[in-house]
């Protein structure tokens, strides 16, 4: 008569099924759960899989939360704005950024060379500026989300 393997049935505790929820929600891979528990993948796919589907939608809830607690009874303006942004589709209002050039003799007495490279600083520090006021993030209508850099190449 042929003997059987014995096949110990894996029985998670509630400690380790609020462990793995945990870690679900926190992204880590069925690899690492696996690893961390030294048990195979398959049998973290059923010894879990309620925690396993439920743990990023219960640590998103978390997050919203704390983001919603934050921005309500602590008055904390960055989520406020985050929240009107994502939640509500609130956009920013364009601000336009004007850049006056004066032609002096110095520009006037320039080479091609040098007035390319000066255009092509002038370009970085304008697409800098873009950044730090949020220009650059498409918030504005009608702009579709695309940055939007001057093209200087041409000029050589």
């Keep these: 008569m042929p003997i059987k393997p014995v096949h110990n049935k894996f029985q998670p505790t509630e400690d380790q099924r609020r462990y793995v929820e945990t870690m679900a929600g926190m992204g ?3 690899e690492d759960i696996s690893k961390i528990f030294g048990i ?3 049998t973290v796919r059923r010894a879990f899989r309620k925690e396993l589907e439920t743990g990023h939608s ?6 919203a939360e704390s983001l919603f607690q934050n921005a309500t009874k602590h008055n904390n303006v960055t989520a406020q704005i985050f929240w009107l942004k994502t939640r509500a589709k609130w956009v920013m209002p ?11 003799d110095e520009l006037a007495e320039s080479t091609d060379a040098e007035l390319i490279e000066r255009a092509k600083r002038l370009t970085r520090e304008i697409t800098a500026l873009a950044a730090r006021t949020g220009l650059d993030r498409g918030d504005a209508e009608g702009e ?13």
């Design 28 to 30: 880590l891979r069925l």
């Design 40 to 42: 195979h993948i398959q």
């Design 58 to 63: 219960k640590a998103n809830l978390k997050v």
């Design 94 to 104: 364009k601000q336009e950024i004007e850049a006056v050039v004066t032609i002096t």
């Design 144 to 156: 579709g989300g695309q940055e939007s850099t001057p093209d200087v190449s041409s000029l050589h």
